[in-house]
Structures are given as C-alpha cells and as structure tokens.
C-alpha cells in the first residue's frame, strides 16, 4: 500500500515538511526544509509496499555505484536511509523539472542549451559504465540560470525494476530492446533522442517509433537536417544504428551546434521578410476566433498550418490536414484508446470514432452544460449529446441530426453539417474540400 501522506509543517527526523511536488507509481517527493543546514531540499519516500529487504540492499549498492559521479549536471544525493521508520532519499531541491518546463514553448537555442547538459551527465556515467535507465523529463531538474542536473541515478534502475515488479509503471521513455530486459548504453541515448525531438516539436514519439514521426513537417522547417538527422539517429529502433553512448551523441551535438543555431538566425530573416504575407492570416485567425473560438471550442492548434482546431474536427479546415487520431492533450478526463478524443467516465461507448464499449467505473451521472442535444434513440437511458458527436455515448446509436455552427448558415453539401465558408477550406466533420462540394 501507499504510505500515508504527510502534511505540512509535519516533522520528519531534522526535516520539516513544506508541500508535496508530486507523486508517481514509485514514491511522493515532498519539498522540505533541512532544520540542521537551513537549506530547502527535496524528499523522495517511496510507498511502503515497494520498500523491502531486497530494494534496501539493491539501494545500498547502487548508492555506493553512484557515489563517484561527480559531475556538474548530475544531481548529488544527500542521504538516503530511514528517517523515523521511512525511508527517505534526500536531494538539493530545484526550481522545478523540466517536465514542468515543457508544458509551455521551449525555444531552439534553450532546447540545444538542455541537451548538452543531459548529454554531458549521461556521457559521464557512461564513461564510468553506469547506465541509467530511466531517463524522463521528471528525473531532470533545473535550476536558476538555466542549469540542468540529472538526477535518480542508480536509484532510477532500482525503482524501474521495483515497479515493473510490481505489476505497475509506464514504458514512456523506454527504448524497445530496454522493454524486453536487456538496457545497455544505446538505451540511454534512445531516451535522450525522444526528450530532444520533444522540446524541438511539443510532441513524445510513441511505440512503434516509425519515422518520420508525428509533426515532422513542422518540425524539419524550423530546425537545421543535421540536427533532424542527429535526432533520426538517436531514436533509431535498432539499437546498432544508434549512437554507442551518450558521449559519442554529444559530440556530434556539439559538431553540429554552430550550423543548427546559424540555420535559426537564417529562418528569421526569411520569416521577417515574409511577416506581410502571414499578418493577414494571423488577421483572420483572430476574427474567426473572437467570432466562433467559444461556439466551437477551437482552443487547439494544427501542428500543420497553426490554425485553430477542435477536438471534435477529423480534418483540419484550414488547410485538410487529417486529424482521425487526436495528437494533443484533451480536457475530458479520460481518452478513447482508438482515436484519442477525450471521454467522461460515465460514458459506455466513445461517441467520435464508434469505438468499443467501456466498463464504466461507476454509476454516478455527471451533468455537464456542453450537452446541447438529445439522442434520437427512445430506449436510449440518457440521450444527452454534445455538439459534433457523431455517436451516442449511451446508446451507441449513429446521430441523424445534422450539427450546425451558430452564427452561420453555411452547410457541407456533402455531409450536411455545418461549415464557415468565409475562413474554411474543407470541411472538418467530412474532409472535403468546400469549393468542390
């Protein structure tokens, strides 16, 4: 069982509990306060039932592994041992994890400025023949001034294999051959080539990491071919093709680095040159939004063209990109496993893709003021629907009414719900082009 959490102001040994940061299949970490040195630190304690005899003395060894890497991107551990019948692991507290960093834009120069720092951490256990195993954005840590340090070294391997033991974890991170129990350097840099391929795009390649992976277009515009190809490299589902070490990566980072910053100065001057030709349809993506943003709830964005999206829309009508899988994050609290659309948890039956059925994990009704219409089923035990389902989510049964946009009268001849013709291209229920329907 997890332990029970700790609260604040609560004393532990000489530490005086602050707020919890977080909490993940292996431990909560607790932002605290060392009341000896006066220093804020942060405290890992793993949930009970993954401390045993086995884990203690796997710890013990690998702190010992680790106690040499003294690196400066390499998080030192401060303590870790039982502190008033816990187990506690104790490190310098940051400001915050890159994870948390990248929930917002990051920019190329920050993006190469990170990965040589990671890179160096790595490439430095590397030398001293450790690897890490778990390399995520939540196990790097920064500080002011843009300073990186990677941390859970050692301990990393131990958690991943208390949790994988445990019935219990995500593969994340992973590389393929690291999935099937054999890591070796060559993982590390798979894990280091996803997290660069993120902060240049906004988006996690996931399994089966076929290249090019999802916004490649996007991405190859904005940033030098070496740089693409150092990344292609790196995630390579072969682990011969890939880097031998995290060092051997660095290098090539570093060979390439002048060029990758030089082609993003060079893309400015063409982009300012090419300013009036995007201001008008920054001009219109605006007005569309101040006209129909709300109505249609376009907070989302086409990684193609940059206009503004639905989650509900399958195309993209500014430009026909296809959008039959969801790619970003949804505010529902749960997704469709096929299409990724967001679902609520007392829904049955996912009512954008006709998906399979869903155990539900409870019988409570959640009212939601998106419900707008009714479903056409008189059997059917609810019959809410929102706007531009296609399916009934209690019922399963296929909507017959048309969904129309407020504030148009604009139809799609092809599928007869509603479009705007004034800023659309294609149609975003049915895909088609609207000059030729």
Known sequence: MKHKGLRARQRLGKYRILSKLGEG???????AMDTMEGMPVALKIPHDHLVTDEVIADFRSEVRLVARLKHPNILPLKNADFVDGRFVIVHPLGDRTLADRLRSRISLT????????????????????VIHCDIKPDNMILFS??????????????ALRTVRASGSGT???????????????????????????????????????????????RVRKRIHPDLLQLIRRAIENEPR??????????????RIKRRALQYRDQERSVKSSNQAMRDWRTVRRKQF?????KILDTHLTCPRCDSP??????????????????????RFPIQCPRCRRGLKLDWIYCPWCYGEGFEVPNTRHYSDTRYTGRCSNPACSRKQLMPFMRYCPWCHRKVKRKWLIEGSSDICSSC???VVREFWSYCPWCGKALGEI
């Open 25 to 31: 299949s292996f431990a909560i970490v607790y932002k």
């Open 110 to 129: 920050m993006a190469i400025h990170y990965a040589e720092q990671m890179l160096a951490a790595v490439a430095f256990a590397h030398e001293h023949r």
């Open 145 to 158: 001034g843009g300073e990186l340090m990677l941390t859970d070294f050692g301990i990393a391997k131990v």
């Open 171 to 217: 593969i994340g991170y992973c590389a393929p051959e690291q999935a099937m129990g054999q890591p070796s350097f060559r993982s590390d840099v798979f894990a280091l080539g996803l997290i660069l391929y993120r902060m240049v795009s906004g988006y996690l390649p996931e399994w089966p990491f076929q290249w090019p992976p999802h916004r490649y277009d």
């Open 241 to 254: 093709k890939r880097f031998s070490d995290a060092g051997a990566m660095l290098a090539a980072l570093q």
């Open 289 to 293: 939004r101040r006209q129909y943003g």
């Open 309 to 330: 999206v639905a989650e509900s829309m399958t195309t993209c009508p500014w430009c026909g990109d296809d959008r039959l899988v969801h790619r970003d994050s949804t």
């Open 416 to 418: 007869g719900w509603g």
